[in-house]
């Protein structure tokens, strides 16, 4: 399953509307061939202030970002890593959409084939009532370094893919993966 080199990746941000809002902090496990190769985190100063309300989620202050890269110091070596590889994301279509969104804003155009993690679940597993992170984490018993911070969740991501090759058949993971690989990528509404 997944043979091909993925980049599962997760985003925090200031907000939800990716036409306005930024990225501030980007989390990444980088896998080729079933194996990991390497995983990589980075504060993201959004040049504008992160409201009190995301701040309480993900613990990230604008004085932890006041110092970090922006994205358009990030974005060529981000851009390159990106190249070539299937992105992976919980509620891909967010993810997506930012980082379309913030490439666009330096001038990069950046498209990929996406699977959403979400989407696969309710494929895999349409008994189940709940498909966001929390409940992956439960009903899989996957672990999380710090949830809401962008590398402990792409982490989880990680384990998911994994635990399903265990728990299920190999043709009916196929079968889901080729459905939503097969279906339009579009990126999030801006």
Same mark, same amino acid.
């Given at each position: &399953?997944?043979? #091909? =080199?993925?980049?599962?990746?997760?985003?925090?941000?200031?907000? &939800?509307?990716?036409?306005?809002?930024?990225?501030?902090?980007?989390?990444?496990?980088?896998?080729?061939? +079933?194996?990991?190769?390497?995983?990589?985190?980075?504060?993201?100063? %959004?040049?504008?202030?992160? =409201?009190?309300? /995301?701040?309480?989620?993900?613990?990230?202050?604008?004085? &932890?970002?006041?110092?970090? %890269?922006?994205?358009?110091?990030?974005?060529?070596?981000? *851009?390159?890593?990106?190249?070539?590889?299937?992105?992976?994301?919980?509620?891909?279509?967010?993810? *997506? +959409?930012?980082?379309?969104?913030?490439?666009?804003?330096?001038?990069?155009? *950046?498209?990929?084939?996406?699977?959403?993690?979400?989407?696969?679940?309710?494929?895999? *597993?349409?008994?189940?009532?709940?498909?966001?992170?929390?409940?992956? /984490?439960?009903?899989?018993?996957?672990?999380?370094?710090?949830?809401?911070?962008?590398? +402990?969740?792409?982490?989880?991501?990680?384990?998911?893919?994994?635990?399903?090759?265990?728990?299920?058949?190999?043709?009916? /993971?196929?079968?889901?993966? #080729?459905?939503?690989?097969?279906? %339009?990528?579009? %990126?999030?509404?801006?």
């Amino acid at each position: &399953m997944l043979r #091909q =080199p993925l980049i599962i990746l997760d985003l925090e941000t200031t907000g &939800m509307l990716a036409a306005e809002e930024r990225i501030t902090e980007i989390g990444l496990v980088e896998v080729d061939k +079933g194996e990991l190769v390497d995983s990589w985190s980075q504060l993201v100063n %959004p040049e504008k202030s992160i =409201p009190p309300f /995301i701040e309480s989620i993900t613990g990230i202050s604008d004085a &932890m970002v006041r110092h970090a %890269p922006t994205f358009a110091e990030l974005a060529p070596a981000l *851009y390159a890593r990106l190249q070539g590889k299937l992105l992976v994301a919980h509620n891909a279509r967010f993810d *997506y +959409g930012f980082l379309r969104s913030e490439f666009e804003r330096v001038d990069l155009a *950046y498209e990929a084939r996406v699977l959403c993690t979400v989407k696969l679940s309710r494929k895999l *597993y349409p008994e189940q009532r709940r498909h966001n992170l929390d409940s992956l /984490i439960q009903r899989h018993e996957l672990s999380c370094s710090v949830r809401h911070r962008a590398l +402990g969740d792409a982490e989880v991501l990680w384990q998911f893919l994994q635990k399903i090759q265990v728990e299920l058949d190999a043709e009916r /993971i196929a079968a889901a993966l #080729q459905a939503q690989l097969d279906a %339009p990528t579009l %990126p999030a509404a801006a």
